[in-house]
Antibody, heavy 119, light 108 residues
Framework: EVQLVESGGGLGQPGGSLRLSCAAS????????MSWVRQAPGKGLEWVANMNQDGSEKYYVDSVKGRFTISRDNAKNSLYLQMNSLRAEDTAVYYC????????????WGQGTLVTVSS | DIQMTQSPSSLSASIGDRVTITCQASQDISYFLNWYQQKPGKAPKLLIY???NLEAGVPSRFSGSGSGTDFTFTISSLQPEDIASYYC??????????FGPGTKVDIK
C-alpha cells in the first residue's frame, strides 16, 4: 500500500524557515517524480514544486521561486521542502504527492502538514 | 499561466440525482485534465485522469468527458459518501500545473 506521511509543519515566523519532510513507503520511491501541493485554509489547491527521480530536474510555482527548495533522499525514501523567507501567504496545509512526470496527475497524496506563518 | 474555472461553485442535490460539474481552461489543453475529490479534513483523491479515464478502484458512477477547453465531470447517482469538494486540474506541457477553484457538493 502506498503511504506518504508528511511532518515538520508548525508555526513559523515571517522571514523565518521551516523544513517539511515526507516519508514514502509501499512503492519504489526512487522511480517516481514527487511533488508538493498546498492548500490555504478554506481555499483551493496550489501546486508548489516537483522534482524528478534523481533530483536533476526541479520546478517551482513563481510565488516560491528563490525561497523554497525541494529535495529528496532516495536511500531514505524521503522528500523534503525547505521553506525560507516565509510569508503570511505561505500559511497552508502542505501535501506531498506522487506523480508521473513534471506535469501530470497526482496519483497518491499524504495526509498533509499545516504550516502557519505568523508573528 | 493556464487559468481554470469551475461551475457551479457549490450545489445541493438529492440522493440518486445526477450531478454535473463543468471545468473550463483558458486555452486548449487537449485531454490533459484530471478530477479530484476532497472530503473535509482529508487529502484530495484522484478520481478521473486524462479527462475521461477512471482511476482504479473508483466507483463507475463517476465519469469525465471533454477535450480542448471544456470538460465535464458527472456523478450518475449521488450517494451520501460523495459529499465533498471536487477540483479539476490541468497539466499541459507548460508549467505551472493549475487547479480549478473547486465545487462543493452537498445533500439537499
Amino acid at each position: 500500500e502506498v503511504q506518504l506521511v508528511e511532518s515538520g509543519g508548525g508555526l513559523g515566523q515571517p522571514g523565518g524557515s521551516l523544513r517539511l519532510s515526507c516519508a514514502a513507503s509501499g512503492f519504489s520511491f526512487g522511480n517516481y517524480w514527487m511533488s508538493w501541493v498546498r492548500q490555504a485554509p478554506g481555499k483551493g489547491l496550489e501546486w508548489v514544486a516537483n522534482m524528478n527521480q534523481d533530483g536533476s530536474e526541479k520546478y517551482y510555482v513563481d510565488s516560491v521561486k528563490g525561497r523554497f527548495t525541494i529535495s529528496r533522499d532516495n536511500a531514505k525514501n524521503s522528500l523534503y521542502l525547505q521553506m525560507n523567507s516565509l510569508r503570511a501567504e505561505d500559511t497552508a496545509v502542505y501535501y506531498c504527492a506522487r506523480t508521473q512526470s513534471y506535469s501530470s496527475r497526482f496519483e497518491y497524496w499524504g495526509q498533509g502538514t499545516l504550516v502557519t506563518v505568523s508573528s | 499561466d493556464i487559468q481554470m474555472t469551475q461551475s457551479p461553485s457549490s450545489l445541493s442535490a438529492s440522493i440518486g440525482d445526477r450531478v454535473t460539474i463543468t471545468c473550463q481552461a483558458s486555452q486548449d489543453i487537449s485531454y490533459f485534465l484530471n478530477w479530484y475529490q476532497q472530503k473535509p479534513g482529508k487529502a484530495p483523491k484522484l478520481l478521473i485522469y486524462d479527462a475521461s479515464n477512471l482511476e482504479a478502484g473508483v466507483p463507475s458512477r463517476f465519469s469525465g468527458s471533454g477535450s480542448g477547453t471544456d470538460f465535464t465531470f458527472t456523478i450518475s447517482s449521488l450517494q451520501p459518501e460523495d459529499i465533498a469538494s471536487y477540483y479539476c486540474q490541468q497539466y499541459g506541457s507548460l508549467l505551472p500545473i493549475t487547479f480549478g477553484p473547486g465545487t462543493k457538493v452537498d445533500i439537499k
